[in-house]
């Protein structure tokens, strides 16, 4: 049996060339090395530990709406640049360098069938500038929700934001206020809004809509908060709780109903909306 105390060779310069950096992502909560594939079909919730990596907003989409049921709303809003804005580069540079990825915006909206309810819904992709909200995140969404009202339909959004962007200063805080009221005038309507907060969610998405839903729900570990913890660790000098701003310490403190593993997420909303379904239906 001498061949189970081989020493394993470490892999030379050239081995470590081979292995394509698209077919493998390591965990980011237990390090193992996962291929991507085996991944995608877990909808990037790591098999070993439960870790839940980044996904995009059509693979949310995927995730929550019956197949062929989606219809995509607003895909043509684009964003101007009132500001004039410029950091490290011009800001219509940086749309178009965020473009030409493959997305248009932050956010994702549109029509479908959740389990065989007819749902609106608005998920937020935080591969485009950080899933900042600007003035066309929060135009589409308030479009989402206006169309949830007017077709008494349930409204979902997921989020997944660095907060603000801040290339549009005002106008993008402006989108606070939008969104909200859009939400208010869903809740006189008595028509549910559920928020789902995925990691991260932070700054005036958490301040805005992502915090109003009639349910709130979280995927584990989720960061979930308004300022970073370093800010508020700063600003009172205290250190904090462990665990602060995660989803479960969240839902222990009352903020957040449920966590929700990523993988039951579907059967989770759909039973909360089978329950509201009486005081919705028009
Ligand atoms: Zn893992």
């Not at 059509?58 to 062929?68: A, H, Q």
């Not at 729900?217 to 000098?237: C, D, N, Q, S, Y």
């Amino acid at each position: 049996m001498a061949w189970f105390r081989k020493d394993k060779k470490p892999l030379k310069a050239q081995d470590r060339r081979d292995v394509p950096t698209d077919v493998f992502d390591k965990c980011k909560g237990c390090g193992e090395i996962l291929y991507r594939e085996r991944l995608a079909q877990n909808f990037n919730v790591c098999p070993d530990c439960g870790y839940h990596l980044r996904i995009s907003a059509e693979t949310y989409v995927e995730l929550l709406i019956d197949s062929d049921t989606f219809e995509e709303m607003d895909a043509d809003l684009r964003a101007s640049d009132p500001l004039g804005f410029v950091d490290s580069k011009p800001y219509p540079e940086r749309i178009a360098a965020a473009e030409a990825k493959g997305k248009s915006e932050a956010v994702l909206c549109g029509t479908g069938e959740l389990d065989g309810i007819e749902v609106v819904l608005s998920v937020m992709d935080f591969s485009f500038i950080g899933g900042s909200m600007g003035s066309v995140v929060g135009e589409k969404i308030a479009r989402a929700g206006r169309v949830a009202l007017e077709e008494a339909r349930p409204f979902l959004i997921v989020s997944a934001s660095g907060g603000a962007r801040m290339q549009e200063g005002i106008y993008s805080l402006m989108q606070m206020a939008k969104t909200a009221t859009v939400l208010a005038r869903l809740h006189d309507a008595s028509i549910p809004f559920i928020s789902i907060l995925t990691h991260p969610t932070t700054g005036g998405v958490t301040a805005s809509y992502a915090m109003l839903g009639d349910v709130n729900l979280a995927e584990p570990e989720a960061l979930v908060g308004f300022a970073g913890p370093r800010v508020i660790e700063e600003t009172i000098k205290q250190e904090l709780p462990k665990g602060f701003q995660r989803a479960e310490f969240l839902e222990e403190h009352g903020m957040v109903d449920r966590v929700v593993d990523r993988r039951e997420m579907k059967e989770m909303v759909a039973t909360i909306l089978r329950h509201q379904h009486a005081g919705w239906r028009p």
